[in-house]
């Protein structure tokens, strides 16, 4: 009885709004912080152009054609970036919220919550639907392990359209590496076939409930070099093209990789 009387609190403490209030109108860009539980304004960071990201051109028109509904009042849908590492997802939706606030008159505002803070989800929905503001709320890196299972299955029924859903004002972004959000569990050697099954399909519902899904994937060594010369100019670097070129080959190489960030990570050494 005591664990269930505790749940319920735990519940209805979730549904509470935070103590403080914050003011969404002096800054675009704001961070969760789970310490304070409040919102710390970001009035400056580090973000790629909408027009240096080379290689994703369907995956930028998409979001932008999605945000953009989204800040008219007209439908939308959230959204479930997956796919390689550093193949430009997180710096898809920054460049389109700066693009967009660029453009319009009515600034979008870009909130952040780290993937442990989800557990908070409730309490930000709550504090970002009072307010007149239009918010998109961005969580980097998606995944769950066995001690997620309960923010897991609250996200599920959130993104369901539930009668605890997204608020009109805000738009849910995550980025994953996983196109499918699978809580990863130890694993049992006497775990059964439909065990494993029930599992993949949990995941699978979850990733359904995003109405919007883009993949990512790394880049060609064409694409990979238009974006370190994107880079070049958009940093000033003085160098001969001559000379950049297998340079970020070499680099690629070493890295084992090629995508934007590799590329990125490649011109700030220069």
């Known amino acids: 009885m005591n664990v269930f009387l505790k749940r319920i609190a735990d519940a209805l403490d979730r549904l509470a709004p935070f103590d403080k209030v914050c003011d969404f109108y002096k800054s675009d860009a704001f961070c969760f912080d789970k310490e304070s539980l409040n919102f710390i304004a970001i009035n400056s960071f580090d973000y790629v152009p909408f027009e240096c990201l ?5 995956q930028k028109e998409t979001m932008y054609q999605n945000t953009l509904r989204f800040l008219d009042g007209n439908r939308f849908n959230n959204a479930l970036l997956w796919g390689a590492r550093g193949s430009g ?6 460049a389109v919220v700066m693009k967009i606030n660029g453009e319009n008159k009515n600034k979008l505002c ?3 919550v780290k993937k442990q803070d989800l557990k908070f989800l409730n309490k930000i929905i709550t504090s970002l639907s009072d307010s ?6 961005y969580c980097d890196d998606l995944s769950f392990d066995e001690n997620d299972k309960e923010i897991f299955r609250y996200l599920k029924t959130l993104l369901d359209g539930s009668l605890m859903s997204i608020p009109p004002n805000i738009v849910f972004y995550a980025t994953s590496n996983r196109r499918h959000l699978i809580v990863s569990e130890k694993q049992d050697t006497d775990m059964s076939a439909l065990k494993i099954k029930e599992n993949i399909d949990e995941g699978v519902a ?6 919007l899904w883009l993949g990512f994937h790394e880049v060609d060594q064409e694409d990979y070099l238009k974006i370190v010369f994107n880079y070049v100019r958009l940093f000033n670097v003085s160098i001969d093209e001559e000379n950049i070129v297998p340079k970020a080959l070499e680099w690629s190489r070493i890295r084992g990789s090629r995508s934007g960030r590799v590329a990125y990570q490649f011109v700030k050494s220069l």
């Open 54 to 58: 080379v290689g994703i051109d369907n």
């Open 89 to 94: 997802k997180s710096s898809l939706i920054k």
């Open 110 to 112: 870009l909130i952040e």
């Open 132 to 137: 007149k503001r239009k918010f998109v709320l």
């Open 206 to 211: 979850l990733s359904d409930r995003f109405g």
